[in-house]
């Protein structure tokens, strides 16, 4: 995790499945226990991302609140396609880059 400002970062990488979504659950709620203002998930470094990968990020939301900003960088199509077919992508703002994540 990085900070910038009131924003903490969750940097992202490999793939993201039924095997892998347990561990990125437990460091998206680690990093909501702090209550920042805005989380950005970075996905740039994700290859797959599953369906336990897309629950991960309904609950993240649903735990943000009204406390903390969700926001995720999903800058290539493994990562932007699925948000889009689930229409995820309403419920939490994307971002093609960190940078705009973080300014948006």
């Known amino acids: 995790m990085e900070r910038h400002d009131a924003a ?3 940097v ?3 793939d993201i499945d039924m095997v892998t979504a347990p561990d990125f659950e437990k460091h998206l709620r680690s990093a ?3 209550r920042p203002r805005t989380l950005v998930v970075d996905l740039g470094g994700v290859e797959f991302l599953g369906s ?6 309904v609950a993240a939301r649903q735990e ?3 406390h903390t900003r969700l926001r995720v960088v999903a800058p290539s199509s493994a990562t932007a396609r699925p948000l889009q077919l689930t229409g ?3 419920e939490i703002p994307v971002f093609a880059t960190r940078e ?5």
């Open 32 to 34: 909501l226990r702090d």
């Open 100 to 104: 705009d994540a973080l300014s948006g």
């Open 64 to 66: 943000a609140g009204t």
């Open 52 to 57: 336990a990968g897309l629950t991960a990020l």
């Open 88 to 90: 995820l992508d309403q």
């Open 8 to 10: 903490t970062v969750l």
């Open 12 to 14: 992202v990488s490999g």
